[in-house]
């Protein structure tokens, strides 16, 4: 086989997909064994509740180029992506998810590009069969905030489906392990020679979503104190526009106070002591956040913790 000496890694978060996992399987294999690079192909079980284990081990067992790592509990999708990077061994690695919304077809255009010499592959989400009209605004609106707070710039619509040469993942598995992560910006903010491709996500084979709203505003917020602190500054910009609008509101107190008499004050008391709870509020809020971040590093516990790693012998 031409180029077999090359290997690409294909890393996939698994979470509650026994529905789809069959159907994922098929599809990727039939797809990896005809690229013209080898492969291997590594699932990490973040603590399913399903039969999803069962099936991984079943895959491994007939495939000896299939590894499962079994994490002991659920420690979430992004730790999910740097242990299977930890545990590649490609020239190249392609990380993605298991309900076929990142398309497996993408990957002989990965290969490509990882052959012309780039060595990181951001995937740009064109359409999203599953994604309503709210969910579609909410991630343009967070990108151009991230954006418009981060001195790095992040390509829109990216997602956690993308790819690394092997240099690029080393450095993830040497400098980059924070507890608290946005491994998309990592990616995309380490450097070396990059390009993008576009895809278009379809529905999910199976299952929902497991990212409710909850889930992605955390992760929104992580995003931010990752690569901004200018949400920390808020205070003293917010501190600066109170002094001016209280100037302001001085001088209209003493002039009404001249013409009429007699100052004007319930009102304007209440919705300025109201203003500047708020203001307050928010920016002790704000800090709570970073100090979350800085507890939850200053602790230094294990990213991701493995049970047990399931290869064939064959």
Same mark, same amino acid.
């Given at each position: 086989?031409?180029?077999?000496?090359? *290997?690409?890694?294909?890393?996939? %978060?698994?979470?509650?997909?026994?529905?789809?996992?069959?159907?994922?399987? *098929?599809? $990727?294999?039939?797809?990896?064994?005809?690229?013209?690079?080898?492969?291997?192909?590594?699932?990490?079980?973040?603590?399913?509740?399903?039969?999803?284990?069962?099936?991984?081990?079943? +895959?491994?067992?007939?495939?000896?180029?299939?590894?499962? #790592?079994?994490?002991?509990?659920?420690?979430? @999708?992004?730790?999910?992506?740097?242990?299977? #990077?930890?545990?590649?061994?490609?020239?190249?690695?392609?990380?993605?998810?298991?309900?076929?919304? @990142?398309?497996?077809?993408?990957?002989? &255009?990965?290969? !490509?590009? +990882?052959?012309?010499?780039? &060595?990181?592959?951001?995937?740009?989400?064109? *359409?999203?069969?599953?994604?309503? +009209?709210?969910? %579609?605004?909410?991630?343009?609106? +967070?990108?151009?905030?991230?954006?418009?707070?981060?001195?790095?710039?992040?390509?829109?619509?990216?997602?956690?489906?993308?790819?690394?040469? !092997?240099?690029?993942?080393?450095?993830?598995?040497?400098? =980059?392990?924070?507890? #608290?992560? =946005?491994?998309?910006?990592?990616?995309?903010?380490?450097?070396?020679?990059?390009?993008?491709?576009?895809?278009?996500?379809?529905?999910?084979?199976?299952?929902?979503?497991?990212?409710?709203?909850?889930?992605?505003?955390?992760?929104?917020?992580?995003?931010?104190?990752?690569?901004?602190?200018?949400?920390?500054?808020?205070?003293?910009? %917010?501190? $600066?526009?109170?002094?001016?609008?209280?100037?302001?509101?001085?001088?209209?107190? $003493?002039?009404?106070?001249?013409?009429?008499?007699?100052?004007?004050?319930?009102?304007?008391?209440?919705?300025?002591?109201?203003?500047?709870?708020?203001?307050?509020?928010?920016?002790?809020?704000?800090?709570?956040?970073?100090?979350?971040?800085?507890?939850?590093?200053?602790?230094?516990?294990?990213?991701? #913790?493995?049970? &047990?790693? =399931?290869?064939?012998?064959?």
């Amino acid at each position: 086989m031409e180029n077999a000496e090359k *290997k690409i890694s294909v890393v996939v %978060s698994v979470y509650n997909e026994e529905l789809s996992l069959d159907q994922f399987h *098929k599809t $990727i294999i039939d797809i990896l064994e005809r690229c013209i690079w080898d492969y291997e192909l590594i699932f990490v079980n973040d603590g399913s509740a399903d039969r999803s284990i069962e099936l991984l081990k079943q +895959f491994a067992a007939g495939n000896s180029k299939i590894k499962v #790592i079994d994490f002991s509990r659920n420690f979430g @999708h992004e730790a999910a992506m740097i242990a299977g #990077i930890d545990h590649a061994t490609g020239d190249g690695i392609v990380c993605m998810d298991a309900d076929l919304q @990142h398309p497996p077809e993408s990957i002989p &255009e990965i290969i !490509a590009k +990882f052959q012309e010499g780039y &060595e990181v592959i951001s995937m740009i989400r064109g *359409k999203n069969a599953d994604a309503g +009209f709210i969910k %579609s605004i909410t991630s343009k609106a +967070f990108y151009k905030v991230l954006n418009l707070l981060s001195p790095i710039k992040f390509e829109n619509n990216s997602s956690d489906f993308f790819a690394l040469a !092997a240099n690029v993942a080393e450095v993830l598995r040497r400098d =980059y392990r924070e507890k #608290i992560r =946005y491994l998309r910006g990592f990616v995309q903010s380490v450097g070396f020679r990059k390009t993008t491709l576009e895809f278009n996500a379809g529905k999910r084979t199976a299952g929902e979503s497991k990212y409710s709203l909850r889930k992605l505003l955390h992760f929104s917020i992580n995003a931010l104190c990752s690569f901004s602190d200018l949400p920390l500054k808020l205070g003293v910009y %917010s501190g $600066i526009l109170v002094a001016m609008l209280g100037f302001i509101l001085m001088i209209f107190t $003493i002039a009404n106070k001249l013409i009429n008499g007699a100052p004007a004050g319930y009102s304007t008391i209440i919705v300025a002591l109201c203003f500047m709870f708020a203001v307050t509020l928010i920016v002790i809020g704000i800090i709570g956040e970073y100090i979350a971040v800085l507890f939850a590093e200053i602790k230094d516990r294990p990213i991701y #913790i493995v049970r &047990e790693i =399931y290869k064939s012998d064959q």
